[in-house]
Each structure stands twice: as C-alpha cells, then as structure tokens.
C-alpha cells in the first residue's frame, strides 16, 4: 500500500506541475485541465502498486482532490476554486476509478 501512495503522491505532482505550465504558457483559465491531476494520480498509485485495490482508490481520490483542490486555489484564488468544483469531483473520481 506504501508504494501505491507514493506513486499517487508523485501522479499528483506531476498533474499539478501540468496544470500550473499550461496555464502559465498558455495564459487562460482553463480549470478542467484537472481532470489530468486526477488520471495521472489513479495512474501512478496502480502503477507502484501493481495491481488495484478499492482502499487505494480511496486514498488516491482525497490526494487529487487535495492536489487539484490546492492547485487551483494556487492559481486561481479562492473564487476560482470554488467555482471549479466541478472539475475536482471530476479528478477525485478518475483517480478512484484508475486505481481500484
């Protein structure tokens, strides 16, 4: 179970570190490029886990939704957040649906 958070700590990183360049280089709002924080989340977890298990899907939901959550709060304020809660259920339920 270790290894499957840590590979979905590392998703989370790499997805917000995406969403952060894109909206940098690109310079628009774009808030459902969260949904990549999610996949990328889900993914690393059943990667380093090899294999799924639905108490990992689990914790690999409530880390998108902490990663994307606190990534659009970064970027957008807290207006913006909450007006894109859309896309952190969105990313909350790919990840849980990749990894377990």
Same mark, same amino acid.
């Given at each position: 179970m270790g290894l499957g958070i840590l590979g979905a700590l590392g998703g989370a990183g790499v997805g917000a570190a995406i969403m952060v360049a /894109? +909206? !940098?280089m690109v310079g628009i709002? /774009?808030?459902l490029i969260g949904t990549v924080t999610g996949a990328l989340t889900g993914f690393g977890a059943r990667t380093l886990f090899k294999g799924t298990d639905s108490s990992l899907g689990a914790v690999a939901a409530v880390i998108a939704i902490i990663a994307t #959550? #606190? +990534?659009l709060y970064a970027l957008f304020g807290p207006f913006g957040m909450l007006t894109s %809660? !859309?896309? %952190? !259920?969105i990313s909350a339920v790919m990840a849980w649906r990749m990894a377990s």
């Open positions: /894109f +909206t !940098v709002r /774009f808030p #959550g #606190g +990534t %809660i !859309v896309s %952190i !259920v």
